[in-house]
């Protein structure tokens, strides 16, 4: 019964929302939390990442990176295998992090980022001896840790503040007295950043230190941002890099390019001026060429990376993958200076790719994932060896990232086995693929559903639909926290890429540019359909949730149907118009997402705003946002319950203390909220004695 027939009967309580905080319902009375993934299993879970060959070429080091329960956070060890997968034992293992390796160009040395005296400094290893020393006493973390080509310096990238500024500051306080601290005065655009709150003064800047240790000095200056992949030039006398030093680049978000930087004078060369962003520059082995990524900027809401070619001085550029309708990323350069090796989406999946200085492409593997925890995006990391084979990060679906090796002939082989402690004993279906017809133009629709453990096809399972955020992102078939624990508490699980979704091509994607959310909803449906089709659906359980971008099309379906029994609106936007001037990225919204500024077309704001359809809600609605998030803010959230308590609509917020948009930062804070959505549902769900 709806808040709008009874609302004298509803008491609100945030805090009865969630169950018995380690044990959910499961699927089946033989069925034990023992064999299921539960929330104390977050706690445990680990993932390979960053693999990087080694010196004598026939090991890999990679970051075990795990979850702490002690401090609710994520740890980075550095660990090794051999490319045979016969030996595995850590390099540095410890409560410390240890991330961010690179060699020396000669393989003597090893450079890394360390927190195990305290705050995190760039640290050199000798490899013939094992002995580190730490080479930076600096007060922000570094981080792009790149070798001079004789191994004598190290360039970095790190924050630099500066002073904050003020137009006002009161006489000084009596001895004793305790005053408000002062006034935050501020004139930046973008002033705040999710993840971290308010910007404060400063920026990014590169810095170059000796690599035995010593003083670092800062080659960059002014009031732009400099760093990302830093690649010195063969003679050691200049760094290139990507940086966007427009006047206007507040606005103009993605106008970056590629620029040298003299080491000894700080002196600036642009190599490119193209509209949209050029970035991730590498020089090949042999110093001759730049790669890099980039796109001429069209306007639209989704674009896809290139990558490009040139000489060192910016002349004769080529672009080897014009013909590829995929964005291009994580670019490595063959040993011989042939060829580079890049990753890319398709049809839900991360993919490893070589193309040779002629644009002939040829695929290595379509199997990354596995690093993204909480839910089921595209991820993935590689490396290929200078014989052509690639080690990757690798996605089975019911696992987080392992590491694998594919050989020139397609073989795979599995190096590691991280989390078989935890897993091997318990029951857990793998993503299946389903492909839907979309009712709006008949299009084809990938989505993919997850069982719970000792499905049956004979019963009747309620459902849910979980939607990904961006709009402009991906699912794929991945290991996913909360898709998992979905599914162990008895549903049925569907998710999808509606369009607008990357990894189907830049027309599908921009099926929604400037119309956001529109038949995106038909497609969304339609997959729930689809399932339902299958013959194992309670009609009468059908549920809804998505975050971000999924938030938006979760209150959007919600004000457009009342087919579900409940919703969970995490993070969403839900007022374009108070978007502006509050998210993180308003700058960039208002450019790409609109025609135009939402004072001067307030209708276009509205019409695509999931408030306007408040009025049509009747779902029992719960909205969920990080205390912290800046990206969709915490008022976007008030908003909407605000409405839905006036709507007389059944409905409970809840706010993750300590969390920006990236709930799943900490593992506790994703449990509460897989916990709180299950619940929730639970709360609504028809059973056959009702």
């Not at 005053?179 to 404060?200: C, K, P, S, V």
């Not at 790409?592 to 609605?621: C, E, I």
């Amino acid at each position: 019964m709806s808040l709008k027939t009874k609302i004298s009967g509803l008491v609100l309580c945030l805090g009865c929302v969630v169950a018995v905080p380690y044990a959910f319902a499961t699927t089946d009375a033989s069925t034990n939390d023992n064999q299921v993934i539960t929330y104390q299993d977050l706690f445990h879970l680990e993932y390979a990442a960053n693999p990087l060959i080694m010196p004598d070429g026939d090991t890999v080091l990679y970051e075990r990176r795990s979850m702490d329960i002690m401090t609710d956070s994520q740890r980075t060890n550095l660990w090794t295998v051999s490319l045979d997968g016969s030996t595995h034992m850590p390099l540095m293992s410890s409560m410390a992090n240890h991330s961010s390796a690179v060699f020396s160009p000669d393989g003597t040395k090893m450079a890394y980022l360390s927190s195990k005296e305290g705050k995190t400094q760039i640290y050199l290893r000798d490899m013939a001896t094992g002995n580190t020393a730490r080479v930076t006493d600096v007060n922000m973390t570094p981080n792009s840790l790149s070798f001079s080509p004789d191994g004598k310096q190290l360039a970095f990238a790190m924050f630099t503040p500066t002073a904050a500024k003020s137009l006002f500051t009161l006489p000084a306080k009596p001895p004793g007295a305790e005053w408000a601290e002062e006034a935050h005065y501020i004139d930046q655009t973008l002033f705040q950043r999710d993840g971290a709150g308010m910007n404060r003064p400063g920026n990014m800047h590169v810095y170059v230190v000796p690599s035995i240790g010593g003083t670092p000095r800062q080659i960059t200056s002014g009031e732009h941002n400099y760093g990302g992949q830093l690649s010195w030039t063969q003679a050691g006398d200049a760094i290139v890099m990507s940086a966007n030093i427009r006047e206007d680049s507040d606005f103009d978000v993605f106008n970056s390019d590629i620029i040298v930087v003299n080491v000894a004078d700080g002196s600036l060369t642009k190599l490119t001026s193209e509209t949209g962003p050029e970035s991730n520059p590498h020089l090949s082995p042999n110093g001759k060429l730049l790669a890099f990524t980039g796109y001429v900027d069209n306007g639209k809401s989704s674009q896809i990376n290139h990558l490009f070619v040139m000489n060192t001085d910016g002349s004769d550029m080529k672009d080897l993958t014009p013909e590829l309708d995929r964005s291009v990323g994580d670019i490595q350069w063959a040993e011989n200076s042939r060829g580079l090796y890049f990753s890319y989406d398709d049809a839900g999946k991360k993919n490893v790719a070589y193309v040779n200085l002629s644009g002939k492409r040829t695929l290595k593997t379509d199997a990354l994932g596995g690093q993204s925890i909480g839910r089921p995006y595209t991820s993935g990391d590689y490396v290929a060896t200078d014989d052509g084979e690639v080690v990757f990060t690798l996605s089975t679906g019911d696992r987080p990232a392992d590491l694998a090796v594919v050989d020139k002939r397609g073989n795979v082989t599995r190096l590691t086995d991280l989390n078989g402690d935890i897993f091997d004993h318990k029951v857990m279906n793998k993503p299946e693929l389903l492909t839907v017809k979309s009712s709006f133009d008949d299009r084809e629709l990938l989505a993919w559903i997850v069982k719970p453990p000792m499905f049956d096809p004979s019963k009747k399972y309620p459902l849910i639909l979980e939607i990904h955020g961006g709009p402009h992102t991906a699912y794929g078939p991945e290991f996913s926290t909360e898709v998992q624990m979905f599914a162990a508490a008895g549903y049925v699980v569907v998710y999808g890429n509606p369009r607008g979704s990357t990894s189907m091509g830049t027309e599908f994607a921009n099926l929604i540019d400037k119309n956001y959310p529109s038949e995106d909803y038909n497609d969304l449906i339609d997959m729930v359909d689809g399932v339902i089709a299958q013959g194992y659906i309670d009609e009468r359980n059908l549920f809804v949730t998505g975050g971000s971008g999924g938030g938006v099309l979760t209150a959007w379906i919600i004000g457009n149907t009342d087919r579900f029994a409940a919703a969970v609106v995490a993070k969403p936007v839900i007022n374009w118009i108070s978007m502006i001037g509050t998210s993180d990225i308003y700058t960039f919204m208002a450019r790409y997402w609109f025609t135009d500024l939402p004072w001067n077309d307030v209708d276009q704001y509205w019409q695509r705003s999931p408030l306007r359809l408040v009025g049509n809600v009747t779902t029992p609605t719960m909205v969920l946002t990080g205390e912290l998030d800046v990206r969709t803010p915490m008022t976007e959230s008030e908003q909407y319950y605000g409405a839905l308590r006036l709507e007389g609509v059944e409905s409970s917020l809840v706010r993750i203390q300590g969390a920006y948009h990236g709930i799943a930062a900490k593992p506790s804070n994703l449990g509460r909220k897989i916990g709180n959505i299950l619940a929730w549902f639970d709360k609504y769900k028809t059973t056959d004695e009702e």
